[in-house]
T-cell receptor, first 111, second 117 residues
Framework: EDKVVQSPLSLVVHEGDTVTLNCSYE??????LLWYKQEKKAPTFLFML????IEKKSGRLSSILDKKELFSILNITATQTGDSAIYLC???????????FGAGTQVVVTP | GAVVSQHPSWVICKSGTSVKIECRSL??????MFWYRQFPKQSLMLMAT?????????EQGVEKDKFLINHASLTLSTLTVTSAHPEDSSFYIC?????????????FGPGTRLTVL
């Protein structure tokens, strides 16, 4: 059975801290892994990863995929209160963008 | 960038009535759209894959007669919750795959919050 597991389920950090979120997966016909940020409404796209070992970076956020060990991490450096959200990891299982989501990691950044 | 819209953004209905939710890809054509449901404090659960011009493909455990999906054009998919009951109250989100020149990704609509009284 395909599964996507995120850890931790939640964490609380102070502004300025660095957080590392984990996503491990076991899926057939892996195509890509995506990270999303969800605040009050629908998820917003952060990164898509298809190749191992190539870091993707956007501002204070970065992510990398390990296709051998079947996991990805999302790093947020110098966290701000606006980073508080649920971060979702999703794995695309075929060419049509059919995704399986992890349960998400709730991040709370306190001032 | 690619944008997906949903309408309505929220709806309240009486038990037993039907509710239609629209999902549109605004500046790209989407042969395939996806419908998800999200309960409070839970992740997104894929309900069905909506295919333009053909029948939708439903995930295991999703009643196709209750959740009717129509994908009549390359930019519009609709989800109709028939004979809605309180347990159908949820956040419904659609998404569409954007096939770009060098990469492709999935964009989500803003979601529709359904409350069945």
């Amino acid at each position: 059975e395909d599964k996507v597991v995120q850890s931790p389920l939640s964490l609380v950090v102070h502004e300025g801290d660095t957080v590392t979120l984990n996503c491990s997966y076991e899926v057939t016909n892996f195509r890509s892994l995506l990270w999303y940020k969800q605040e009050k409404k629908a998820p917003t796209f952060l990164f898509m990863l298809t190749s191992s070992g190539i870091e993707k970076k956007s501002g204070r956020l970065s992510s990398i995929l390990d296709k051998k060990e079947l996991f990805s991490i999302l790093n947020i450096t110098a966290t701000q209160t606006g980073d508080s959200a649920i971060y979702l990891c999703a794995v695309a299982r075929d060419s049509w963008g059919k995704f399986q989501f992890g349960a998400g990691t709730q991040v709370v950044v306190t001032p | 960038g690619a944008v997906v819209s949903q309408h309505p953004s929220w709806v309240i209905c009486k038990s037993g009535t039907s509710v239609k939710i629209e999902c549109r890809s605004l500046d790209f054509q989407a042969t395939t759209m996806f419908w998800y449901r999200q309960f409070p404090k839970q992740s997104l659960m894929l309900m069905a894959t909506s295919n333009e011009g053909s029948k939708a493909t439903y995930e295991q455990g999703v009643e196709k007669d209750k959740f009717l999906i129509n994908h009549a054009s390359l930019t519009l998919s609709t989800l109709t919750v028939t004979s809605a009951h309180p347990e159908d109250s949820s956040f419904y989100i659609c998404s569409a795959t954007f096939f770009g020149p060098s990469t492709d990704t999935q964009y989500f609509g803003p979601g529709t919050r359904l409350t069945v009284l």
